[in-house]
C-alpha cells in the first residue's frame, strides 16, 4: 500500500516542516505530524472486506497518518496465521480475536489484555424460518438447532438458564450456509446477522415476515464480538499512540455511518480487490454492521461493560472447560477507548 507522500515516515521532521513553512502552514502543523509515526500494525480476524469499514476510511482519508500513526495490517482469514499468533510473534502490536481464544492465549501469556471490542452488540444471533419463529428464550426449549461449533451448545444453555428453562433441545451440526435451515433439518440456525440473512433477503425473502434474526445479545446472551488484543507492556509504553489509534479508527467508523457504500467500495474495489466481493452484499452487510458498532442504549462506540467479563463471558469460559476466570481488571483496560472517545 503506497504511503502518503504528506505523511511518508521517510520525511525527517526537518523537511516537513521546512514543507509545511513554504505553504504558509507552519504555524498551524499538528503537532502529532512534527514527530515520527508511530508504527502500529493490526492483525486481521477475517479477510479484507467490509467488515472493516471504519479501518478503510481511516486509511483513505489519512485519519491514522494525520494522529501521527504509521498504520498498518495483515489481512485474516482461512488461511491465514491466528491473529493471537501474529501478536505472540511481534509481528503486529494488536489482534482481533475473539473471547474465547484470547481465554486460551492468556492462560499462556498473562501479559495480553483486551483494549476494546468491534462489535459490542454481538452479530451473533439465531436464524429462525416464520413457520417456527425463535423470537425469545423460551421458542427454544424443544427446539432443533443448527450449529457450527461446541460452543454453541454452551450458548444455548446459559440461555436456557438464564431464562429459568428446562435444557431441553436438540443440537445438529451444520456448516456455514443456512440451506440446512431452508431444508427443514432444524429449527433455528447459528449464525451472523450481518452475513447469512443476506443470502435469504436475495432469494426474496423479508426478515419479519417470512425470516426472523434474534441476536443472541437480546436473548440474554450479553457478550462483546470480536475483541482488540494487545500486550500490557506495550499498552503501557505507548499508551498515548494507542489513544491516538483510537481517536483515528473512531473517526473513520463515524464517517462510515454517514455513507454505508464508500467503505464497501473501497473493500470491493481497492482493499480487497482480488476477493471478487460483491458490492451490493458488501453495502447490505455495512448497513446491518453500523447499529452493532454501540452496546445497546449506548452511543459509544467499541465500549462494552465491563461487568459482562466477570458475568455470562467468565460462565461461557467455564462452561467450556476454563475452571479460573481471571476478574475483568486483570483482562482488560478501556482506558485508551476513554480517552479517545472523550476527545472524538
Known sequence: MPADPIFSPMLSRRQLLRASAAAGLATVLPASLAFAATPLK???GWVPNVEHAGVWIALEQGYYAAEGIDFSYSPGGPNAPDPLVVLES????????????????????????????????????????????????KDLVGARILGQTPANKTIVEIILRNAGLPLEYTMVPTGFSPEPLLAGDGDAYFCFATNQPITLEKMGLTEGKDFFVTLQDSL???APGGVLVAHKSFVKENRAAIVSYFKAYIKGWQENAKDPKVAA??????????????LDQQIRQNELQIPLTKAAGSDKLFWFDPALVDGPMAEVARLSGHKDVPPAKDLIDLGPLEEALAAS
Open 90 to 137: 511481534g509481528k503486529a502490536q494488536f489482534a482481533a480475536s475473539d473471547w474465547l481464544p484470547f481465554i486460551d492465549a492468556y492462560g499462556k501469556n498473562s501479559d495480553l489484555v483486551i483494549l476494546a471490542s468491534a462489535f459490542p452488540t454481538s452479530p451473533a444471533a439465531l436464524l429462525s424460518l416464520a413457520k417456527k419463529p425463535v423470537r425469545e428464550p
Open 265 to 278: 467500495e473501497l473493500a470491493v474495489n481497492k482493499f480487497g480487490a482480488d476477493l471478487g466481493l460483491d
Open 42 to 44: 493490526l492483525a486481521m
Open 220 to 222: 440474554g446472551y450479553k
